[in-house]
């Protein structure tokens, strides 16, 4: 975003809380977050955009205060009841499909009661997972517009009804001004992927627990999703091949395919390989991509598939080349056995478990298997990996017994998904 169009924003924010305008302040707030957040997705860039809109998300929560007469030291806590508020209730997207395949284990006649509140177009529940989650599991789900008279009522209800934790869940959507409304105690925030990595600007107040490590800082109150793949997502691979020629996947957003480190490596692995090439799917061609790929004489060797369901073409390709900014097509590439390169720090689930992944690679010792091939340090240590898996049949019958191990111990393990997601919810 450029200068003039930050300060255009900025005076548009201010303007909307000037004029009490709070529809178009909620309005606008989407806007700049589809527009112009999810533009580039790296840290750098979410850093950028939240600075220009937390100050104005900080008055907001004070607007909200005000409005309902509320003091958030004068609350008192319930017992075991939680709201997870969401940025849209209408879709069935990677961020409730993690929801749901976690919560679809809460017991209709828990003691903990759960609520997940988020806007919607209509007043019927149009997710078909959250519907599910309503009927089989007694979960509430409250649908609002997305207006400023909605949301009072919600915040209203959450106070009246003494709810022990307001949960953000997903994007740290209305964060700031959530966080002055509830205060840093009453209010999580537990997220996807590589979002908590992206908002450094958030962690001197916030601390989260990530692969059993945590981050220590003023709050104990900003979770990672425990890591459990819907049972949907599990894939079948009929098996490696000894070839000449390979064929490499990777499938993603194109925010995700374009980031640089990424494509730099791709090409990398492209010019030292000569008898591989790449598929990318999720989205059609990309002037973006042309260029670059027609930059280094590559064009030929590269195609695009459109949007693709992974489980109808994975047995097509040879290896799945995971992004910086990992996903639940990766995760599930790497349990169904197709050789997967995967990048460390891009929240990915084998980062997740990487502990657990450890003890298991000392008990069974595996030959020339180490964590630091499952986990590409930096780009040169992603290019050298893949090559040596292209290059050594037997290395990557190796890596492939243990992808199916790991995928089948640790990822599709709802349960204790659960139980760590309600301990984080509740604690």
Same mark, same amino acid.
């Given at each position: 975003?450029?200068?003039?169009?930050?300060?255009?924003?900025?005076?548009?924010?201010?303007? *909307?809380?000037?004029?009490?305008?709070?529809?178009?302040?909620?309005?606008? +707030?989407?806007?700049?977050?589809? %527009?112009?957040?999810?533009k580039?997705?790296?840290?750098?860039?979410?850093?950028?955009?939240?600075?220009?809109?937390?100050?104005?998300e900080?008055?907001?929560?004070?607007?909200?205060? /005000?409005?309902?007469?509320?003091?958030? #030291?004068?609350?008192?806590?319930?017992?075991?009841?939680?709201?997870?508020?969401?940025?849209?209730?209408?879709n069935?997207?990677?961020?409730? #499909?993690?929801?749901?395949?976690i919560?679809?284990?809460h017991?209709?006649?828990?003691?903990?009661?759960?609520?997940?509140?988020?806007y919607?177009?209509?007043?019927?529940?149009?997710?078909?997972?959250?519907?599910?989650?309503?009927? #089989?599991?007694?979960?509430?789900?409250?649908?609002?517009?997305?207006?400023?008279?909605?949301?009072?009522?919600?915040?209203?209800y959450?106070?009246?009804?003494?709810?022990?934790?307001?949960?953000?869940?997903?994007?740290?959507?209305?964060?700031?001004?959530?966080?002055?409304?509830f205060?840093?105690t009453?209010?999580?925030?537990?997220?996807?992927?590589?979002?908590?990595? *992206?908002?450094?600007?958030?962690?001197?107040?916030?601390?989260?627990?990530?692969?059993?490590?945590?981050?220590?800082?003023?709050?104990?109150?900003?979770? @990672?999703i425990?890591?459990?793949?819907?049972?949907?997502? $599990?894939?079948?691979?009929? &098996?490696?091949?000894?070839?000449?020629?390979? $064929?490499?996947?990777?499938?993603?957003?194109?925010?995700?395919?374009? /980031?640089?480190v990424f =494509?730099?490596?791709v090409?990398?692995?492209?010019?030292?390989?000569?008898? !591989?090439?790449?598929?990318?799917?999720?989205? %059609?061609?990309?002037?973006?991509? #042309?260029?670059?790929?027609?930059?280094?004489?590559?064009?030929?060797? !590269?195609?695009?598939? &459109?949007?693709?369901?992974?489980? /109808? *073409?994975?047995?097509?390709?040879?290896?799945? =080349?995971?992004?910086?900014?990992?996903g639940?097509?990766?995760?599930?590439?790497?349990?169904?056995?197709?050789?997967?390169i995967?990048?460390?720090?891009?929240?990915?689930?084998? +980062?997740?478990?990487? /502990?657990?992944?450890? !003890?298991?690679?000392?008990?069974?010792?595996?030959?020339?298997?180490?964590i630091?091939?499952? =986990?590409?340090?930096?780009?040169?240590?992603? !290019?050298?990996?893949?090559?040596?898996?292209?290059?050594?049949?037997?290395?990557?019958?190796?890596?492939? +017994? =243990?992808?199916?191990?790991?995928?089948n @111990?640790?990822?599709?393990?709802?349960?204790?998904?659960?139980?760590?997601?309600?301990?984080?919810?509740?604690?």
């Amino acid at each position: 975003m450029n200068s003039k169009l930050e300060l255009e924003y900025k005076k548009k924010f201010a303007s *909307c809380l000037e004029n009490k305008n709070y529809d178009l302040f909620l309005e606008l +707030e989407l806007t700049f977050y589809n %527009s112009f957040v999810k533009k580039i997705e790296t840290p750098d860039h979410y850093n950028y955009c939240y600075e220009i809109l937390n100050p104005f998300e900080e008055l907001y929560g004070n607007v909200i205060l /005000d409005a309902l007469n509320l003091k958030k #030291e004068n609350r008192k806590l319930g017992v075991n009841k939680v709201c997870y508020f969401l940025p849209s209730l209408d879709n069935d997207l990677a961020h409730i #499909e993690l929801l749901e395949s976690i919560l679809r284990n809460h017991k209709p006649n828990s003691n903990t009661q759960i609520f997940i509140a988020g806007y919607s177009s209509c007043a019927e529940i149009k997710s078909a997972l959250l519907k599910k989650l309503h009927i #089989e599991n007694n979960i509430t789900i409250l649908n609002i517009p997305c207006n400023h008279s909605a949301l009072l009522n919600l915040m209203q209800y959450i106070f009246n009804e003494s709810f022990s934790k307001f949960i953000v869940y997903s994007i740290p959507l209305h964060l700031y001004a959530f966080l002055n409304i509830f205060g840093s105690t009453d209010l999580k925030w537990i997220t996807t992927r590589f979002e908590l990595n *992206c908002f450094n600007k958030l962690k001197n107040l916030i601390s989260f627990n990530y692969s059993n490590k945590t981050l220590e800082s003023k709050n104990k109150n900003w979770e @990672r999703i425990p890591a459990s793949l819907p049972s949907e997502y $599990r894939f079948i691979f009929t &098996g490696i091949q000894n070839k000449e020629n390979y $064929r490499l996947l990777t499938i993603g957003r194109e925010s995700k395919i374009c /980031d640089l480190v990424f =494509l730099d490596s791709v090409k990398s692995i492209l010019l030292n390989n000569q008898n !591989v090439s790449l598929a990318i799917g999720g989205f %059609s061609e990309s002037s973006f991509l #042309e260029k670059f790929f027609s930059g280094h004489n590559l064009t030929s060797r !590269v195609s695009y598939l &459109g949007w693709v369901n992974p489980k /109808d *073409c994975i047995n097509k390709f040879d290896f799945y =080349l995971d992004t910086p900014q990992s996903g639940l097509i990766a995760a599930s590439a790497f349990a169904a056995g197709i050789p997967t390169i995967t990048f460390r720090n891009s929240n990915s689930f084998v +980062e997740s478990f990487e /502990d657990n992944i450890s !003890v298991l690679l000392n008990e069974k010792n595996i030959e020339n298997i180490s964590i630091n091939i499952i =986990l590409s340090l930096n780009r040169e240590s992603y !290019v050298s990996n893949t090559t040596k898996l292209i290059n050594n049949f037997e290395l990557r019958k190796n890596l492939v +017994e =243990l992808q199916i191990l790991i995928g089948n @111990r640790f990822f599709y393990n709802s349960l204790n998904s659960y139980n760590q997601f309600i301990s984080a919810s509740l604690g």
